[in-house]
T-cell receptor
Framework: DVKVTQSSRYLVKRTGEKVFLECVQDMDHENMFWYRQDPGLGLRLIYF???????EKGDIPEGYSVSREKKERFSLILESASTNQTSMYLC??????????FGPGTRLTVL | GESVGLHLPTLSVQEGDNSIINCAYSNSASDYFIWYKQESGKGPQFIIDIRSNMDKRQGQRVTVLLNKTVKHLSLQIAATQPGDSAVYFC?????????FGAGTTVTVRA
């Protein structure tokens, strides 16, 4: 079975802090994704990566950056957390043309 | 713009009955569709997928039907159980990006 793990289920941070969310997949997938999910807005793509060290902006990249140094790991970075970044963050991975498989999510609260 | 959407935001089903969840899409270039289930507080879980060269695909208690003529797909769940209560999303895969519908919340009545 595909397994996507995320470093934290729940996280509470203060405004202005730098926040790292990590995601690891064990299926040797080429593609990895970061989404945020908010009530009424659905799933929105922040960034994705189709190869090591490669990244593409999604629909809402502002305030975020990403890092993919190894194929199995994709990190989302909030350089200076703000309250409007309080959300559920979901990581996913896929082969080039296959289904995306999601991790359990990280519920981030920024105070 | 083109998008994927679900017909109904909520569906209430009697335990043991069959459920049918519908989804309409508008991008005629889409060639791959996926259904996900999301339980409260969890990430979306892959249920079943179908490519555009197929009309029907079956899994364990689930069937996905694709009607390309009217750009419609549906998810049928047989003998619905309490554990099937969740939000169900259809997603349209173009290349390596997904476009998600808004979701249908399924509630199973005992």
């Amino acid at each position: 079975d595909v397994k996507v793990t995320q470093s934290s289920r729940y996280l509470v941070k203060r405004t202005g802090e730098k926040v790292f969310l990590e995601c690891v997949q064990d299926m040797d997938h080429e593609n990895m994704f970061w989404y945020r999910q908010d009530p009424g807005l659905g799933l929105r793509l922040i960034y994705f990566s189709y190869d090591v060290k490669m990244k593409e902006k999604g629909d809402i990249p502002e305030g975020y950056s990403v890092s993919r140094e190894k194929k199995e790991r994709f990190s989302l970075i909030l350089e200076s957390a703000s309250t409007n970044q309080t959300s559920m963050y979901l990581c996913a991975s896929s082969t080039y043309s296959g289904a995306q498989f999601f991790g359990p999510g990280t519920r981030l609260t920024v105070l | 713009g083109e998008s994927v959407g679900l017909h109904l935001p909520t569906l209430s089903v009697q335990e043991g009955d069959n459920s049918i969840i519908n989804c309409a899409y508008s991008n005629s270039a889409s060639d791959y569709f996926i259904w996900y289930k999301q339980e409260s507080g969890k990430g979306p879980q892959f249920i079943i997928d179908i490519r555009s060269n197929m009309d029907k695909r079956q899994g364990q208690r689930v069937t996905v039907l694709l009607n390309k003529t009217v750009k419609h797909l549906s998810l049928q769940i047989a003998a619905t159980q309490p554990g099937d209560s969740a939000v169900y999303f259809c997603a349209e895969n173009i290349g390596y990006k997904l476009s998600f519908g808004a979701g249908t919340t399924v509630t199973v009545r005992a």
